[in-house]
């Protein structure tokens, strides 16, 4: 296949060319057509699996040939026919294994120095030191190496890390014992450059589409290129650089995040220069201005003064920048809705596009927009694994052993898809549904289960008392455990889990092994059951932290059929290409390039001093597939200007890019990328007008007018405020009859602190009524604590809670004397009600407290834990101890009966403590009383209608049902419209 040559064989394929297609080409344009066996004789290691089958797909395509071997470079020794000589190598020791190995390890530093990292970092640190693991051994760097670096100038933390070091310092040792995955294909590589170094291989052995980035491909790429039947194809190699560009990337400080450096670090260690790169076929570029302004854009930092010599010999602008469209958006929702469109032309087109970005926000904003027209992307990524159904069913079953369960954690596991799947799913929704609503109507933060058999025996279902069981079998009291070994954890929560999945009543297995989801899941799982003995002795939450992490490392492909011509890429994938239309999407900072990960065992000096890879060596890598992808024949470059809270630094590529243009007026480059702007308005305006709502009206501010006979015929004293101020809401309460939905998990708001602060002040009033001595604020002080105890679960609140009343103690046992002498407690929480026989309305009350004193007069008191109403607001609005007395005077309470007032008056129990009295000498109860019979005759008058916000305190208050009066389509300027109902 190859002619005799002294030199190693390295060949290139432009940016911009089909790389599948053109390898397929050179092949078999190399290959005797007379001879369709040479061809089937070639090996040719490639860099992915995708790439394998695009490559596959052209061979596919026709004529008919025997064809050539296929493998992957990451693994040559399942690839080659190595049998004769490789030595007996062991098998690599499962990733798995070696992280757990050093978890532990981390797990040991962390406890015996625990200032050097938090605890929650435990895993990454594992994570990273795994990395760095593998790095050492790629690269070939001994441990020695690190050991000897020269720290004197370094900071502490760098100087205990590599202290630490030394206690993995056995996994090197013992590495040929038992290697990880990087060692064994080191040990494979240098095994076959030894045998191939006696007896090379007579057929044809070929590696493409690797960059040789790791240092062990970069082995194999060597030797492989010196075999006598041996070459290298190089994907996206610039042809366009100057000579001076390539002396310019001899430095791995100022030149690795060039997208050419990998290949200028492999052409120096063959002896070979650029000019001994060959093309591999005669496939042209698809726009070779294109490629000669991106090789010039690119440039190493330090030289991008060669703009001004090379810049003006760049020729045909206009041509380079002819198929580029050019999108700043000026959000991310934009942006995606932008190139939803361009793909969805690109399906009715009948033409193949790509999108080629990092940020998976984005990718899924893109696939939901392309939803509204029933197109499915083919997602490279896919769903990792920690978020399908099983992963989230699993991590939230993890969660019961380390988490104190609250009602929401518990309705989320019953309410999860694969929750009682086993049989008789219809009656655990039922159940589950009944349940929530009586969780919400009681306000119970955490399931207790006496309450939770109390109300299925109240069900009175067959299904519903063993259904209880089973859920306080499952879900209540598991967060009692210690430490335990992984594998104790994991055989604990794997059979809780399936108990959960199978239900109370299992008739069939359940589905959470079942469908792809699933099926992958359990092969996760079994991965960590095989190495659990690994893992050590774990709290409960480090399990389940650990179990998560496992979970992230899958992925799982989108189980629908995808639209086979749509492609989400990632920026590895670039390099397949193959797509008529290529987006390169969120050219942002931060995103593309992606900054690289902090490392906290060794800094960008300590790692060059090392011969380890440097932090921009993944910039490097997104910028080579950055220059490959943006020389396909059509290509869009999108960002967005503003993310969610500040405005975005474009990708350092497209502003060289930009500027560059900008630099080179006269050559056409600032009206070339003007049109390409214009091209990128052109859809953004596009998708500016998909998501315009339309005109229509807005709603008129409501004033309904019911039938008299379905208007309310019953109010509290209470309500009345809210009749006065937003007579709606009463429409909505009761004519609609529509309630809140009671929150699922109570909050600690005004209303639970009022009801709490009444429970201790009517128990502190018992108390000193029983025994006078007790009329002390140490009492009140006390009686606060046990209280607040058993009603408030938050302990923040309940201490917060228990401040406040502390803090108006001796106020109130001060005042409490004084209103002793006044009159005797005598009545609280008193239910009271009166009815006006005119229109057929009851007015009901239930009073805080009414003492009587020795002339048989009520003194009315109510408690307010926020501020009490002035004297006017109480005239006007607030007319609550104004109606209570009125009902007094009228015998409404029949435990009084009939009885003067002698004062009625709030007692304010918030920061300021004071009483407020009630205005009856301005006022008097027959005043309020007519008042009050004038309003209920007013709402009785059918062409009176229920305003919404007629008179709240502040514009801007809320109110439970402003949106059902879609309240902000109008203001509390607008003129209330009347609407007669029937």
Not at 160 to 181: M, N, S, W, Y
Not at 614 to 636: K, N, T, Y
Not at 742 to 754: I, K, N, T, V
Request: net charge negative; charged share 25%; aromatic share 6%.
């Amino acid at each position: 296949m190859f002619d005799p040559n002294p030199r190693p064989r390295v060949y290139g394929v432009p940016s911009g060319v089909d790389f599948p297609k053109a390898l397929a080409n050179g092949l078999k344009a190399r290959s005797d057509a007379r001879r369709p066996e040479q061809l089937a004789r070639a090996q040719v290691l490639l860099n992915s699996t995708r790439m394998a089958r695009r490559v596959r797909e052209v061979f596919d395509a026709g004529p008919a040939l025997l064809l050539p071997r296929l493998g992957l470079v990451t693994n040559p020794g399942a690839s080659l026919d190595t049998g004769k000589r490789l030595p007996d190598i062991p098998e690599a020791v499962s990733p798995l294994r070696r992280r757990l190995e050093l978890t532990q390890l981390v797990d040991r530093l962390l406890e015996s120095q625990p200032d050097l990292a938090p605890r929650a970092s435990l895993y990454d640190l594992s994570d990273s030191l795994a990395a760095l693991m593998d790095e050492m051994h790629g690269e070939g760097v001994d441990p020695d190496v690190l050991r000897d670096l020269d720290v004197s100038d370094e900071s502490g933390h760098w100087k205990r890390a590599l202290g630490f070091l030394d206690i993995v310092q056995h996994f090197f040792t013992d590495a040929h014992e038992a290697p990880d995955k990087e060692t064994r294909a080191r040990m494979v590589v240098n095994a076959l450059a030894e045998g191939w170094a006696d007896t090379p291989p007579k057929h044809p052995l070929v590696i493409a589409g690797s960059t040789g980035s790791r240092g062990t491909t970069m082995l194999l790429m060597k030797a492989v290129a010196q075999l006598p039947q041996g070459a290298i194809v190089l994907p996206g190699f610039d042809f366009d650089m100057s000579a001076q560009g390539w002396a310019d990337l001899k430095d791995a400080l100022t030149s690795e995040d060039h997208p050419q450096y990998r290949y200028a670090k492999l052409l120096d260690e063959l002896g070979l220069t650029h000019r001994d790169v060959e093309r591999w076929d005669s496939s042209e570029a698809p726009s070779e201005a294109r490629n000669k302004l991106v090789s010039l854009a690119l440039r190493p930092a330090p030289v991008t003064d060669q703009w001004l010599e090379e810049g003006p010999h760049l020729t045909g602008l206009d041509q380079a920048f002819a198929g580029v469209t050019l999108v700043e958006a000026q959000s991310q929702r934009d942006e995606a809705l932008a190139i939803a469109l361009r793909l969805r032309q690109a399906v009715e087109d009948g033409k193949t596009a790509a999108l080629i970005t990092p940020d998976r926000m984005l990718t899924r904003q893109v696939s939901s927009a392309l939803s509204r027209w029933n197109i499915t992307p083919d997602d490279s990524a896919g769903t990792p694994l920690q978020l399908t159904a099983p992963g989230r069913f699993l991590r939230h079953s993890a969660a019961l052993f380390h988490r104190k369960l609250t009602s929401e954690a518990l309705l989320v596991l019953l309410m999860h898809p694969l929750c009682h799947t086993g049989g008789k799913r219809g009656d655990h929704l039922l159940l589950t549904r009944e349940l929530e609503l009586m969780i919400r109507r009681r306000g119970m933060p955490f399931p207790d289960p006496e309450v939770l058999r109390a109300w299925a025996v109240a069900r009175d279902e067959d299904m519903a008392e063993p259904w209880v069981e089973w859920l306080i079998t499952c879900f209540l009291e598991k967060d009692v455990g210690g430490k335990a070994m992984l594998a104790d954890h994991l055989t604990a929560h794997l059979e809780l889990a399936e108990k959960i999945a199978d239900g109370s009543a299992p008739e069939k297995l359940s589905e959470l092994w079942q469908e792809q989801a699933g099926r992958a899941a359990e092969a996760t799982v079994a991965r960590l059951q095989a190495d659990a003995d690994a893992g050590g002795e774990l709290s409960p939450l480090d399990y389940a932290d650990l179990f998560g992490a496992v979970l992230s490392q899958g992925e799982l492909r989108n189980p629908d059929e995808p639209h086979p011509n749509i492609l989400i890429w990632g920026t590895l994938e670039a390099r397949v290409q193959g797509a008529d239309l290529v987006i390169l999407g969120g050219l942002n900072e931060a995103s593309w390039p992606e900054m690289p990960k902090p490392d906290p065992w060794l800094n960008r000096k300590m790692r060059h001093d090392a011969g380890l890879l440097l932090p921009e060596r993944r910039i490097g890598l997104s910028a080579h597939d950055f220059q490959q992808a943006i020389g396909a024949p059509e290509v869009w470059l999108t960002r967005s200007v503003r993310s969610e809270d500040a405005e975005t630094v474009p990708s350092r590529w497209l502003n060289r890019m930009v500027n560059l243009m900008n630099g080179l007026p006269e050559q056409g480059g600032t009206a070339a990328l003007a049109r390409a702007r214009a091209r990128g308005h052109h859809w953004l305006a596009m998708a500016r007008k998909l998501e315009e709502p339309g005109a229509t009206a807005p709603a008129p501010r409501p004033s309904p007018r019911p039938p008299v006979a379905a208007r309310p015929r019953q109010l509290s004293v209470t309500e009345i405020q809210r009749l006065i101020r937003d007579p709606y809401a009463i429409y909505a309460k009761h004519v609609l009859r529509l309630r809140p939905l009671d929150p699922l998990m109570r909050a600690p708001d005004a209303l639970l602190r009022g009801i709490v602060t009444h429970s201790v002040l009517e128990q502190f009033i018992d108390d000193t009524q029983a025994d006078p001595d007790t009329m002390t604020a140490d009492h009140l002080r006390g009686l606060t604590g046990s209280i607040l105890a058993e009603n408030v679960p938050w302990p923040d609140t309940r201490t917060l809670w228990e401040a406040r009343i502390h803090r108006i103690a001796d106020w109130f046992v001060a005042t409490e004397k004084d209103r002793r002498q006044q009159a005797t407690p005598t009545h609280f929480e008193e239910k009271g009600e009166l009815r006006m026989t005119e229109h057929d309305f009851t007015l009901t009350a239930r009073a805080d407290r009414i003492d009587i004193d020795d002339m048989g007069r009520a003194h009315i008191y109510d408690y307010k834990t926020g501020t009490p109403p002035t004297a006017k607001a109480q005239i006007a609005f607030n007319k609550q101890l104004l109606l209570e007395a009125a009902m007094v005077s009228q015998g409404a309470f029949e435990k009084i009966g009939m009885a003067d007032v002698a004062r009625a008056l709030f007692i304010g129990l918030g920061a300021k403590p004071a009483e407020v009295r009630a205005p009856l000498e301005e006022e008097t109860v027959e005043q309020v009383w007519e008042k009050f019979e004038k309003l209920i005759a007013r709402y009785f008058d059918p062409a009176q209608g229920y305003t919404a916000r007629r008179a709240l305190f502040k514009d801007d208050d809320f109110a439970e049902y402003d949106q059902l009066a879609r309240f902000g389509e109008w203001d509390v300027t607008s003129k209330a419209q009347a609407e007669d109902l029937s």
